[in-house]
C-alpha cells in the first residue's frame, strides 16, 4: 500500500508547461474527471490558503483537485488589509516566531510574485500624550522615552527578517514625517519613524496561485461545494460535491482530502459526522476606501499609531485609491459579512482624530468587512478577538481529514507547506519543498516582459495608468490581455472613467480565469466594487453584455445574475445604512 501510495505521489505527469487557461469548458472538462478519476488530493476551499496547498501539492507531483464552493477569493481572501507583512502588531505581544515566520513569507513573496507584491514605506508618526503605540501591553512613566522602545522593537523588526528585509527602518524628524503625510494633525506631534513591509492585491494573488496550481495540473472548479463526505470504515475516501451552475451533485474520490475552508473550517469538519477537531472563532474586520488624492496619501502607508482599544491602524495606498482599517470585533452571519454603521463610525472617528481633514461618510467610496479565521485555543475558552493566535494549524481528524486553518494571507505558502508534509509523512516519502522558489503564474519573464507590455499597451492607445495596473494584475499574462485588443479595438475602451480597468479585462477573466458571474469580474478578478463610487452599479450592464457573449448567456440569465448582482450591492448600503450612493 505505501509503496502505490508512493508511485502515485511521484510518477505522476506533472504538466508544469500547461499554460491551459481556465475558461468555463475547462471548468465543465474539470468536473467531469473529478467525477471519473480518483485524485491523491482533494482540496477543499479556494481562498489563499486552498490554491496555496494545491499548488505545493501539485508541484510535489500529486494528482490534485479543487473545489470552491461560490468564487475564488469570496471569502477572507478578498477582504484583507492586503498588506504582505510581518505583523508589527505582533512584536508587543513577544510573538517573535510569528512574525520572523511572516517576514521570511514576505521576503519569498517578493521575489516568487514579483509583479503582484511591493515594498511599501510605512510612517509611524509619534505624538505627545500617546502611551501604547502599536499596542505596548506597558508605557514608560509619562511616556517618556516611547521612542527608544520603538526603534528597539524595529531594530527587532528589521532583524528578524534577516537576510531578506525589504530596507531599514529610520528615524524621522517632525518635519519629515510632515512632508511625508501631509494631512496628519500638526499638534502635538514629535517624531516618527519609518519601516517598510509590502503590498498585494489578495484577490489577484489568490488568482494567481489557482492558475499556478492549474499549470501544475490540477483540477480546479469554482461554484462546487462539498456538502457530505463519503467514508469508509471510518475514514474519508471522497466527498460529494453540488455543482451550482451545472445543477448536479456527484462524488470526487481522493486519497487525501484537504479542508482549507477558513471561516467554515469548523462546519465543514463536522460534516464527517464526528465532533470537530477545529474551533475557529471568526473576528470581523472592516476597511473604508477612500480618495488617495483627498488624504494625501501616496508613496507612503501611515500607521494611526493608537486607538481607544490599543489597536493600530493602517492608512494604505492602493491603487488608484487608500484603504483605512480595520477594526477586530466580534461574529455575524459569515457568508454575508457586513460593515454596519457602527464600524464606519469607529473607523472614521480615528481617522479624524489623526487627520487635518475632516472626512464625513459622503467621502467614503465603499466599504468591505471580512471575517478572520482565528484559531480558538481550546473548544469553549473565552479570548478577545485581538488576542486569539494569528498563528496556524494543522489538524488531522480521526476520520483523516486534514484540515489546514488561521494564519495570514502573508503566511499561505508555509500553511500550504506544512498540511503537504503531512500527506507526504503520511505516504512514507520524504518531504520536499518546491515552492520556496516557485514563481507565481505572471512571474516567468519579469520584469523583461513589464518593458515589452510598456511598449505594446502604448502602440494600442492604452493611457500608463492602465498599463501598470495591466503589468501589476497580471505579470506576463498581461500580454494576453493585449491580444485581445489587437483583435477588437473596442476592448481597449475602460470601464469607468477615473479607474484603469478595460473591457479587454471581463473577456480574459471569462477566457482564462473561470469568472461565471459579473460579480466575480466587479468584486475579484477586477476590484471595481471596492474602487468605483458606485460600486460597480453602472458598469454591472456592460460587463454582463461582455460576458453573456462570452459564456452564452440568454438574456433572462443575463438579467438574473445583474439583479443578484444589485441585490447584493443594495444588501451592503443597507448594512451601512447612512452611506448613500452619492449624488455627484
Ligand atoms: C479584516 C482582515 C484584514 C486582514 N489583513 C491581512 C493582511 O493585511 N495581511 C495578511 O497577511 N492577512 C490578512 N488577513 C488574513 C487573511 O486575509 C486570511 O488569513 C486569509 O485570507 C484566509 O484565507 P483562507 O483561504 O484560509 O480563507 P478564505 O479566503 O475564507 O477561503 C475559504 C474558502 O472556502 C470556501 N468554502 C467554504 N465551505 C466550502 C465547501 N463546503 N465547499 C467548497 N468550498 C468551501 C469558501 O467559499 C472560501 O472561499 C486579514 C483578514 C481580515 C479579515
Known amino acids: 500500500m505505501l509503496k502505490s501510495t508512493l508511485i502515485t505521489a511521484r510518477t505522476l505527469p506533472s504538466s508544469s508547461t500547461a499554460m491551459e487557461p481556465l475558461s468555463s469548458t475547462v471548468r465543465m472538462r474539470n468536473l467531469a474527471r473529478m467525477k471519473d478519476e480518483r485524485f491523491d488530493v482533494l482540496v477543499i476551499g479556494g481562498g489563499v490558503t486552498g490554491a496555496g496547498v494545491a499548488v505545493d501539492a ?40 510569528l512574525v520572523r515566520e511572516a517576514l521570511t513569507e514576505r521576503g519569498i513573496l517578493l521575489k516568487n510574485a514579483p509583479f503582484l507584491v511591493e515594498p511599501v514605506g510605512f510612517v509611524l508618526p509619534l505624538y505627545k500624550g500617546d502611551r501604547h503605540p502599536v499596542g505596548l501591553p506597558l508605557t514608560t512613566p509619562g511616556g517618556i522615552g516611547l521612542r527608544y522602545v520603538l526603534s528597539i522593537g524595529l531594530w527587532l523588526y528589521d532583524l528578524l527578517a534577516g537576510g531578506r528585509n525589504v530596507q531599514r527602518h529610520r528615524h524621522l524628524s517632525r518635519a519629515d514625517v510632515l512632508r511625508m503625510a501631509p494631512t496628519l494633525v500638526q499638534e502635538g506631534l514629535k517624531e516618527g519613524f519609518i519601516y517598510y513591509d509590502a503590498q498585494t492585491h489578495d484577490a489577484r494573488l489568490t ?20 456538502i457530505s463526505f463519503v467514508t469508509e470504515q471510518g475514514k474519508v475516501t471522497g466527498a460529494v460535491v453540488r455543482d451550482h451552475i451545472g445543477n448536479q451533485e456527484f462524488t470526487i474520490q481522493a486519497r487525501h482530502i484537504i479542508n482549507a475552508t477558513g471561516i467554515f473550517s469548523e462546519e465543514v469538519e463536522s460534516l464527517t459526522g464526528k465532533e470537530p477537531q477545529v474551533s475557529v472563532e471568526p473576528s470581523k474586520g472592516v476597511h473604508l476606501v477612500l480618495s488617495r488624492e483627498q488624504i494625501k496619501v501616496d508613496d507612503f502607508a501611515v500607521v494611526l499609531p493608537e486607538t481607544d482599544d490599543r489597536r493600530i491602524l493602517f492608512i494604505v495606498p492602493w491603487g488608484s485609491r487608500a484603504i483605512f482599517g480595520t477594526t477586530d470585533t466580534g461574529s455575524g452571519d459569515l457568508n454575508h459579512p457586513l460593515a ?16 487635518s481633514i475632516n472626512l464625513t ?66 505516504d512514507g516519502t520524504a518531504p520536499i519543498h518546491p515552492t520556496e522558489r516557485l514563481l507565481l503564474y505572471g512571474g516567468t519573464g519579469w520584469p523583461d516582459a513589464q518593458h515589452q507590455l510598456q511598449v505594446k499597451g502604448a502602440s494600442l492607445g492604452l493611457s500608463a495608468k492602465t498599463i501598470s495596473h495591466l503589468a501589476k494584475s497580471y505579470g506576463a499574462e498581461a500580454a494576453q490581455v493585449l491580444k485581445l485588443i489587437e483583435g477588437d479595438a473596442s476592448l481597449a475602451q475602460p470601464l469607468i472613467d477615473d479607474l484603469p480597468y478595460i473591457r479587454a479585462e471581463v473577456v ?77
Open 361 to 426: 461618510t459622503d467621502d467614503i467610496i465603499s466599504a468591505y468587512a471580512g471575517y478572520r479565521p482565528l484559531v480558538r485555543p481550546g473548544r469553549g475558552s473565552k479570548h478577545s478577538p485581538a488576542k486569539l493566535s494569528r498563528t496556524h494549524a494543522v489538524l488531522e481528524s480521526p476520520s483523516g481529514l486534514v484540515t489546514i486553518v488561521g494564519g495570514k494571507m502573508t503566511t499561505y505558502r508555509r500553511m500550504a507547506q506544512d498540511t503537504v508534509d503531512v500527506l507526504s509523512r503520511r
Open 207 to 226: 488568482m494567481a496561485l489557482i492558475r499556478t496550481a492549474a499549470q501544475h495540473g490540477a483540477d480546479i472548479a469554482n461554484y462546487a461545494e462539498v
Open 508 to 584: 480574459h477573466a471569462c477566457r482564462a480565469e473561470m469568472a461565471m458571474t459579473p460579480y466575480d469580474v466587479l468584486a475579484r478578478r477586477t476590484s471595481i466594487t471596492l474602487e468605483d463610487y458606485y460600486r460597480g452599479m453602472n458598469v454591472v450592464g456592460t460587463v454582463a453584455g461582455l460576458m453573456a457573449k462570452e459564456l452564452g448567456w440568454s438574456s433572462e440569465r443575463q438579467q438574473a445574475l445583474i439583479g443578484e448582482f444589485q441585490a447584493a450591492i443594495g444588501e451592503e448600503l443597507a448594512a451601512e445604512a447612512t452611506l448613500e450612493l452619492p449624488s455627484h
Open 340 to 355: 454596519t454603521q457602527k464600524d464606519i463610525s469607529y473607523l472614521l472617528e480615528h481617522l479624524n482624530r489623526y487627520l
Open 58 to 97: 501539485a508541484a510535489r507531483g500529486y494528482r490534485v483537485a479543487l473545489v470552491e464552493k461560490t468564487d475564488f477569493a469570496s471569502g477572507t481572501s478578498s477582504k484583507s488589509t492586503k498588506l504582505v507583512h510581518g505583523g508589527i502588531r505582533y512584536l508587543p505581544n513577544f510573538d517573535f516566531a
